[in-house]
């Protein structure tokens, strides 16, 4: 949240206990269903993604008690970590972060959803690793839509070229796109990256529909997922609402 005014800010308390996780997890959801609603959608076709990063294991396990079977993680060290500890679990990883092609064995070796898929290197490494370990893995292609030098994800005009490329992957499931939104308390600015992302689906799906997949939708972030589901988006990533606020600053995760 950069040129955010932090008194607009919501707060987020930290949830340690399981009954803190049902608390937060119910107040979100139920954002989530009222904002589906709003916008004349079923609250049954957006999926919560609980993001866990920088929380330590002790609290993860109270999150997994209260009902969170599927945990996003920006980074493959701290995902592997987590899945590594708390294998006794029922609990699924997805890596939502730029991908490292170094990293990609560990990620076809445990993740069970990658979002951040935005360049054929990383795709042609995946798959390899995934069909030596006869898997296969679900993944969203990320695309930035901000246009700021900071996210990750393909420009809107890279996209069709790569899309056409992953069929020759055929270990890799692609389920649709995912992006971050700009930062910012402006929905005037925040919302235009949400559409921009549900255009491109769209025009995909119009041309060739076997290249997207379901044609989901990731978008939407703590502070602007009611925005993200009114424009369409099929899965919310939420870390602090649930979790509570995180002490490490964002440029830990998309360079700034
Ligand atoms: C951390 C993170 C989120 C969640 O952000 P919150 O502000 O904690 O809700 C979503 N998507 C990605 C890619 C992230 O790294």
């Not at 649709?176 to 402006?186: C, I, K, Q, V, Y």
Request: proline share 5%; hydrophobic share 40%; with cysteine.
């Amino acid at each position: 949240m950069t040129d955010a005014d932090p008194a607009n800010q919501p707060q987020y308390t930290t949830a340690v206990e399981v009954d803190d996780f049902r608390r937060n997890i119910a107040a979100v959801q139920a954002k989530i269903d009222a904002a589906a609603r709003r916008a004349g959608r079923d609250p049954g076709d957006v999926r919560l993604l609980p993001v866990s990063k920088t929380v330590p294991e002790e609290r993860i396990v109270n999150a997994v008690a209260a009902g969170c079977h599927q945990l996003g993680e920006n980074k493959v060290q701290e995902a592997k970590r987590k899945h590594g500890n708390l294998s006794d679990l029922d609990v699924s990883w997805s890596v939502i972060g730029h991908l490292q092609t170094n990293k990609a064995k560990d990620v076809a070796a445990f993740a069970g959803e990658f979002q951040a898929l935005d360049s054929l290197r990383v795709a042609e490494a995946l798959d390899r690793r995934l069909q030596a370990a006869g898997r296969s893995l679900d993944v969203y292609v990320q695309v930035n839509t901000s246009d700021e030098e900071s996210k990750y994800g393909l420009t809107p005009d890279d996209l069709p070229a790569l899309l056409k490329q992953l069929p020759n992957y055929s270990s890799l499931r692609v389920r649709g796109l995912m992006t971050l939104a700009l930062f910012s308390d402006d929905v005037d600015r925040v919302r235009p990256c949400f559409q921009l992302l549900r255009g491109l689906r769209d025009r995909i799906r119009d041309e060739d529909p076997d290249l997207i997949g379901d044609g989901g939708l990731s978008m939407g972030m703590s502070g602007d997922y009611e925005l993200a589901i009114e424009e369409g988006s099929t899965c919310v990533r939420v870390g602090q609402a649930i979790f509570g606020a995180r002490a490490t600053p964002d440029s830990m995760y998309w360079p700034s």
